[in-house]
């Protein structure tokens, strides 16, 4: 019979990254971040980086994304957010909302990116290596709502627009390569005693 400690489980899950929802809540209404800059939500580094020019990602409160509470309003811009670098590690899947006002849009993966007027064209395309899936939330005034859903083996992961709002980008927890080790050591002991 295999037994397995509560403390070994707790301990190889201990290194996972936390922080899997950027929800843009606890920033403030107005908040600007140029390009060239990096910002933490929900404790995760984003960077902001040029887009068919330069100009800003702005925190909002107009939920154009169709979600609640504030989005991140992407202006000529794109968000880019590292996983290898921040976690040591890549993630499975990356899901996020989205609302399309107008101009130019892009999804990057893994330093792939592919540009275009209308996110809903992305959808049954891989970029980078993973699968693209767009669902059409509906049209609203002047816009287009959407969710996007990226699956695959992801290290690095952006989103572009010129007149686009994006919210709840959430992603699979990473462990960090100590739990993954941790975790072997655990396996391996289980595996002495079962022998025994």
Known sequence: MVRFSCAMVVAACAGAASGDLVSFNDLSDGDTFNVGTSFVSDGVTIDVESFLGDSFVRIDDQARAGGDGLDAEVNNARLTIDFAGQFGGATSSVVLFFGEYGGGNGLMVNGTQSTTADLLTLDGLTIGGATIEVLDLGAVPGG??????????ISSFGIAGQELWVDNIRFASIPTPGSVALLGVGMTGVGVRRRR
């Open 144 to 153: 287009q709502l959407g969710r996007i859903q990226i699956t695959g083996d």
